[in-house]
């Protein structure tokens, strides 16, 4: 047994634990950087509090490097001191490469992987206080802050344990207005972001541990939440299993949904979360019938089916039907929805294979493999 682990500094979970923010934030700093995303007039009481202390960058859509560019110009210009990030992954990734760049200088192409620079971050980012208002991306307890380049026509990281956020304000009570639509895909991408960790081939004792809890609380409680938005007890565990898997692929890596995920997030406008959703069947059924799976890894999933479907007997099998059902009743579409099509396969599987979450897919797929998958979640 051996492993490292890291995590957000400080984490704070449950109902009403948004009603600490004003006494967080003043013990951080005096000028804060606030970014809130589409969604940010739902808790708009929350923000106001904060903006008249500091600038306020309302993020429409998904961060690009442009967009942080231009957010950092102005927190270096009020001299803000420290980052407080309300929204989905989106809001949470500008803030957290925010408070990096305010620590480190240079620019975010400097620190990008795959199309930048990747040079090391080298000091710790300026205290930031992450507030999910969706139960998604886990973005509050990861290391990385996802950016788009429209120039390249991808989605990469900038990656360091420096940038996890100081803060994790996680309050299920956010998540009570999500839409149907939104707490479809954003809790699938939850889903996606527990199972993939726990068949990586990067995971631990550790990460295994919170993915068997993710698990179980996202697979009995998601298709509540979507049913009946108002359930807080199916909220709090959609909200918890969001928690323990950004925490354990933050420790153990993605896969081939992930891999997949980050060319198509670039190319095309297709919210992460119901991309990943499409993906997720496809890419266990890939996985499962390789000629290289071994033993181990199909142990996983058969006990990922196990839990998910609450049948002691269940066989990996078993876990893809699960979810073809549930992405079938929440209203999932193919990937044709947002443009994507054949003349599309070629480029993106090329992109795909050199993604950094397919280095934790348990096995290594093939061109023709990847062909097949992306052709099935169109």
Same mark, same amino acid.
């Given at each position: 047994?051996?492993?490292?682990?890291? $995590?957000?500094?400080?984490?704070?979970?449950?109902?009403?634990?948004?009603?600490?923010?004003?006494?967080?934030? !003043?013990?951080? =700093?005096?000028?804060?950087? /606030?970014?809130?995303?589409?969604?940010?007039?739902?808790?708009?009481?929350?923000?106001?509090?904060?903006?008249?202390?500091?600038? +306020?960058?309302?993020?429409?859509?998904?961060?690009?490097?442009?967009?942080?560019?231009?957010?950092?110009?102005?927190?270096?210009?009020?001299?803000?001191? !420290?980052?407080?990030?309300?929204?989905?992954?989106?809001?949470?990734?500008?803030?957290?490469?925010?408070?990096?760049?305010? $620590?480190?200088?240079?620019?975010?192409?400097? %620190?990008?992987?795959?199309?930048?620079?990747?040079?090391?971050?080298?000091? /710790?980012?300026?205290?930031?206080?992450?507030? &999910? $208002? $969706?139960?998604?991306?886990?973005?509050?307890?990861?290391?990385?802050?996802?950016?788009?380049?429209?120039?390249?026509?991808?989605?990469?990281?900038?990656?360091?344990?420096?940038?996890? &956020?100081?803060?994790?304000? @996680?309050?299920?009570?956010?998540?009570?207005?999500?839409? &149907?639509?939104?707490?479809?895909?954003?809790?699938?991408?939850?889903?996606?972001? @527990?199972?993939?960790?726990?068949?990586?081939c990067r995971a631990n004792e550790l990460t295994d541990t919170l993915c068997r809890e993710g698990l179980r609380r996202?697979?009995?409680?998601?298709?509540?939440?979507?049913?009946?938005?108002?359930?807080?007890?199916?909220?709090?565990?959609?909200?918890? =299993?969001?928690?323990?898997?950004?925490?354990?692929?933050?420790?153990?890596?993605?896969?081939?949904? *992930? =891999?997949?995920?980050? #060319?198509?997030?670039?190319?095309?406008?297709? #919210? *992460?979360?119901?991309?990943?959703?499409?993906?997720?069947? &496809?890419?266990?059924?890939?996985?499962?019938? *390789?000629?290289?799976?071994?033993?181990?890894?199909?142990?996983?999933?058969?006990?990922?089916?196990?839990?998910?479907?609450?049948?002691?007997?269940?066989?990996?099998?078993?876990?893809?039907? +699960?979810?073809?059902?549930?992405?079938?009743?929440?209203? @999932?579409?193919?990937?044709?929805? %947002?443009?994507?099509?054949?003349?599309?396969?070629?480029?993106?599987? *090329?992109?795909?294979?050199?993604?950094?979450?397919?280095?934790?897919?348990? /096995?290594?797929?093939?061109?023709?493999?990847?062909?097949?998958?992306?052709?099935?979640?169109?």
């Open positions: 047994m051996g492993f490292d682990f890291a $995590t957000a500094g400080r984490v704070i979970f449950g109902a009403g634990t948004v009603s600490q923010l004003d006494d967080l934030a !003043h013990a951080l =700093g005096k000028k804060p950087f /606030v970014v809130s995303g589409r969604g940010g007039e739902r808790h708009s009481g929350v923000v106001e509090r904060l903006v008249d202390r500091g600038p +306020w960058l309302r993020l429409d859509g998904e961060p690009d490097f442009e967009g942080v560019r231009q957010a950092l110009n102005v927190a270096r210009a009020e001299a803000c001191d !420290h980052v407080v990030a309300i929204g989905g992954g989106s809001a949470i990734d500008a803030g957290k490469a925010i408070a990096m760049l305010i $620590t480190n200088g240079g620019d975010p192409m400097d %620190y990008a992987e795959v199309i930048g620079s990747g040079s090391p971050v080298k000091c /710790v980012s300026a205290p930031f206080i992450a507030i &999910p $208002t $969706t139960a998604g991306a886990g973005a509050e307890v990861t290391r990385n802050a996802v950016l788009r380049s429209r120039e390249h026509g991808v989605k990469v990281s900038l990656r360091s344990a420096l940038m996890i &956020p100081s803060i994790a304000l @996680v309050d299920p009570e956010l998540t009570l207005e999500l839409p &149907p639509s939104i707490t479809a895909s954003t809790g699938l991408d939850a889903l996606t972001q @527990v199972l993939e960790p726990f068949v990586s996202i697979g009995r409680s998601l298709r509540v939440a979507f049913e009946k938005g108002d359930q807080i007890e199916a909220r709090i565990d959609v909200a918890f =299993g969001a928690l323990v898997g950004g925490m354990a692929l933050a420790n153990a890596g993605l896969g081939a949904v *992930h =891999g997949f995920a980050a #060319p198509i997030g670039g190319m095309f406008d297709a #919210p *992460h979360g119901a991309v990943c959703a499409a993906l997720l069947a &496809p890419v266990m059924e890939g996985n499962i019938h *390789h000629k290289d799976c071994g033993l181990e890894t199909m142990r996983r999933y058969e006990e990922a089916a196990r839990i998910l479907t609450q049948s002691a007997s269940a066989r990996a099998e078993d876990g893809i039907a +699960w979810v073809r059902d549930l992405t079938r009743d929440l209203g @999932v579409l193919g990937l044709s929805k %947002y443009g994507i099509g054949e003349v599309h396969v070629e480029e993106l599987c *090329h992109r795909a294979a050199a993604a950094s979450s397919m280095r934790g897919n348990p /096995v290594v797929l093939e061109s023709g493999l990847l062909r097949s998958i992306l052709r099935a979640a169109i």
